[in-house]
């Protein structure tokens, strides 16, 4: 089994930056997928962005220009640096994987649990 633990969270001013990190452990595979989720008071969980195996990453429209996802070099560590931070993007930040067991075809999630992140004006 799999844990992932997120850390960098905290209170930002509009126009200011914070990098989060998410630590997984436990798997002697590398991942398939990590991902950033964000959720809002009364709104849905919603992709940030996600970074493959292979090292190519997607965006949420609402993001691109502002944020970058990045693993170091053991692989074992995923990072969202967040630039140009807005009161929009006040939210609940996520960690997910997806990892492979003892069959490689077969992937299994995980989740952190959560970091908040607040924008002030």
């Known amino acids: 089994q799999v844990q992932l633990v997120e850390s960098g969270g905290g209170l930002v001013q509009a126009g200011g930056s914070l990098r989060l990190s998410c630590a997984a452990s436990g798997s002697t595979r590398a991942f398939a997928v990590m991902g950033w989720y964000r959720q809002a008071p009364g709104k849905q969980r919603d992709v940030v962005a996600t970074?493959?195996?292979?090292?190519?990453?997607d965006y949420a429209d609402f993001v691109k220009g502002r944020f970058t996802i990045s693993r170091d070099n053991a692989q074992n560590t995923v990072n969202l640096q967040m630039n140009s931070l807005a009161p929009e993007d006040t939210a609940v930040y996520y960690c997910?994987?997806?990892?492979?067991?003892?069959?490689?075809?077969?992937?299994?999630?995980?989740w952190g649990q959560g970091t908040q992140v607040t924008v002030s004006s």
């Open positions: 970074i493959r195996s292979g090292g190519s990453t």
């Open positions: 997910h994987a997806k990892f492979p067991g003892s069959s490689p075809n077969i992937l299994y999630n995980y």
